[in-house]
């Protein structure tokens, strides 16, 4: 079955620096992938998708890149802020016969002022 | 436009009692999906419905959990018989579209916050 991984449980970095989450996965041929993030207590909330055939997709201070021979994803928040501390989520969808988004176990962000 | 919606927020059964847990997808969206959150895990999915229809129910526990999608009214995840380890925090996401032909993100409810005493 898919495998998901995200680096290290938890991250902590110094206000302003650039916080840089990894997401791997095994057994699995996404045709998708999604970064959601989550704060303590809620569901969590989308903020980027990027397909399987793009490279690198960005929003405001957010980017994100997708290789597919490495099988891995790299999420990148610039200037960070202490607002931006929560759990992110790597979810992969769209692979054969997949009616649903596989989660990865999140990796905590904690920004320091 | 109001978002995904779930009730209750927090629920106490003690075991052998039933869950009943509700969720109204966003307006415009016929994709319900079902995951499960236990502590220090991802989330899981459960169960995957359309109006009247479940379409894929591979992450279901095969007895004492069943899900509804009925014509008129909410989303329904029922669990009978709760035991300790259903305690969980149960999300409801909805898309307008199948997530198997088509990328799009999908928008996640609060949660109901299941505590099986």
């Known amino acids: 079955s898919q495998k998901i991984e995200q680096n290290s449980e938890a991250l902590n970095i110094q206000e302003g620096k650039t916080a840089t989450l990894t997401c791997n996965y095994t057994n699995y041929s996404p045709a998708y992938l999604q970064w959601y993030r989550q704060d303590p207590g809620r569901g969590p909330v989308f903020l980027l998708l990027i397909r399987e055939n793009e490279k690198e997709k960005r929003k405001e201070r957010l980017k994100v890149t997708f290789d597919t021979t490495l099988k891995q994803s790299l999420f990148h928040i610039t200037a960070s802020q202490p607002a931006d501390s929560a759990t992110y989520l790597c979810?992969?969808?769209?692979?054969?016969?997949?009616?649903?988004?596989?989660f990865g176990t999140g990796t905590r962000l904690t920004v320091i002022p | 436009n109001a978002g995904v919606m779930q009730n209750p927020r927090h629920l106490v059964r003690r075991r052998g009692q039933e869950a009943r847990l509700r969720c109204s997808p966003m307006k415009g969206h016929s994709h319900v999906y079902w995951y499960r959150q236990l502590p220090e895990e991802g989330l899981k999915f459960m169960v995957y419905l359309q109006k009247e229809n479940i379409i894929d129910e591979s992450g279901m526990p095969k007895e004492r959990f069943s899900a509804e999608f009925p014509k008129e009214g909410p989303s329904i995840l029922r669990i009978q018989q709760v035991v300790r380890g259903d305690s969980a925090a149960y999300f409801c996401?909805?898309?307008?579209?199948?997530?198997?032909?088509?990328?799009?993100?999908?928008?996640f409810g609060p949660g109901t916050r299941l505590t099986v005493t």
């Open positions: 996401a909805s898309s307008p579209v199948n997530l198997r032909s088509s990328s799009y993100e999908q928008y």
């Open positions: 979810a992969l969808g769209g692979g054969t016969g997949a009616n649903n988004l596989f």
